[in-house]
Structure formats: C-alpha cells, structure tokens
C-alpha cells in the first residue's frame, strides 16, 4: 500500500514519495509481526504505529494476512492499537486486560 501512494505522489512530491516508500525498509508487515510473536510464544500482541492509518482501506488493508500468519492450529490473540486503549496487567496474575 505504502508503495502504491509512493508511486501515485512522485510526480507532485518527490521527497514526499521518497518517504512513503523508504517506510516500508524499517516497518514490519502485520502478517510477519504474527509469525514473530507466535513463534516468540507472545500470548497477545498489539498492533500499533501504524503507518496506513487514515488510508483508503483502513484497517482491512493494513491487517490483511494476519490471520494467515498465524500457524494452523495456533493461537494469538491481537489488536489494532486504538487511542485511549488501555492494557492492564495485573500484579501477580497472568490475565492481560484489554479496555477500548
């Protein structure tokens, strides 16, 4: 998606197609982060800075594979970071409290 905008932009704005497209060398796809946290063993993972927000197709788009990137048979909770998204984790238990 990154891409797509940069190519669309270089016309108008160089500089600016330059950055949308050096984004992508220093993020991590949605679909890879999941392969990551699950082979980590990472019970829940949240999903933000996210660099498309605001884009035509947000979050589908953006989120599209992360199910895919999760091992058959396996499991990983996650969420799209949200603002004013609290995570508790409370002292001596194992639970991750979510609050939206």
Known sequence: MMMA???RAS???PRGAALLADTVTYHTEPRETAELAQSAGVRMLVLSHL???????????FTEGV???????????WHLA???M?????AGGTEINVAK
């Open 5 to 7: 905008a940069s190519r």
């Open 11 to 13: 016309r108008m704005n």
């Open 51 to 61: 660099t498309q927000a605001g884009m035509p197709g947000f979050p589908e788009t």
């Open 67 to 77: 199910e895919e990137g999760i091992e058959e048979g396996g499991q990983l909770d």
């Open 82 to 84: 949200q603002d004013g």
């Open 86 to 90: 609290t995570l508790e984790l409370p």
